[in-house]
């Protein structure tokens, strides 16, 4: 038994690759296909009868496109560009009709500027009403996601009751924490993603959509990346520039300050000296005075020598 205790009931995955059977089954366990719908898109899935690069219409940048879906089909491409526009600011916008007949078939394709304005989108636009319809809105799953296979050919995510072919795993209608013991080998067997037990989500929680490789948010951002590295370099060289200029500014003026002060202490110690023999020999005393006052005692000292001698 997965996840263990009550609060299992409220926990909740959802796919990040896409399998038929899997899709069919409200806890993302079941191991073989129950109904005609999930036999048609397991058919398609085996047999690769579906390529997602292959709609000629599908154009635009995937990480940037929304899927809106559950639309009036009496809604027009310039309202639901009022309606969305208020996310970000869009590049271009597909509204899904009829090959025949032209008219709306109930789904849209919104591509955005940026990676963060359909981000922005994805998160506040979702249950919102345009034209009193509620909508749902999810990521590019038809580019993004490992083997999709569209709801016309029995695939898909989400669906309603009455329809009878319920779809789980996506955002609209994820993915049940297995109250029942998980058939890892089975799963493993057929490619169907293992549940993640204890790393179930809640209810609340928004499962965030696919990001580009190697991006941090947005392709706007990832120009502070992509800078080549003869720029980056060029910057690690002048930040170590300046470093070394502060640093020879701040050694010359400790330099300095120590020169000043050596120099105001050798003039203190001469007025100290000066002070000390002036009180030895009287206040009138002048070092240049005690000069001559010794050679002139030198010199009597030697014409007295001299007169001993004579005698």
């Known amino acids: 038994m997965s996840g263990g205790g009550n609060n299992v009931v409220s926990k909740v995955f959802y796919a990040t690759s896409y399998h038929p059977i899997q899709s069919g089954s409200i806890d993302g366990t079941d191991v073989a296909a129950h109904d005609n719908g999930v036999r048609r898109a397991l058919l398609c899935y085996n047999a690769g009868l579906y390529d997602p690069s292959g709609d000629s219409k599908a154009v635009g940048d995937p990480y940037c496109t929304l899927f809106v879906g559950r639309l009036s ?124 037990e204890g790393r179930y989500m809640s209810r609340t929680q928004i499962p965030s959509p696919p990001r580009r490789r190697g991006s941090v948010s947005d392709r706007e951002e990832g120009y502070y990346r992509e800078r080549s590295s003869v720029e980056r370099e060029e910057e690690i060289k002048e930040q170590s520039s300046s470093r070394r200029n502060s640093h020879r500014k701040s050694s010359s003026h400790r330099r300095r300050r120590s020169k000043d002060r050596e120099e105001k202490e050798s003039r203190s110690d001469r007025k100290e000296r000066s002070r000390g023999k002036s009180d030895r020999y009287g206040d009138d005393y002048k070092e240049e005075d005690f000069g001559s006052r010794r050679s002139h005692g030198a010199e009597e000292e030697r014409h007295s020598h001299k007169r001993h001698k004579q005698y």
């Open 73 to 196: 089909h009496l809604t027009t491409e310039d309202t639901l560009r009022e309606a969305m526009s208020k996310y970000g600011r869009i590049k271009s916008l597909r509204l899904v009709r009829h090959i025949v007949t032209g008219a709306s078939r109930g789904y849209a394709f919104v591509e955005y500027e940026t990676e963060k304005e359909m981000r922005r989108a994805y998160e506040d636009a979702h249950h919102s009403f345009i034209e009193d319809r509620e909508i749902i809105v999810d990521y590019n799953r038809q580019q993004l996601m490992p083997g999709w296979i569209p709801r016309r050919l029995g695939g898909g995510l989400g669906g309603k009751k009455e329809s009878g072919q319920l779809r789980f795993g996506g955002r609209d209608r994820p993915f049940r924490a297995p109250l029942r013991p998980i058939p890892h080998e089975d799963l493993k067997k057929l490619g169907i993603q293992l549940p993640p």
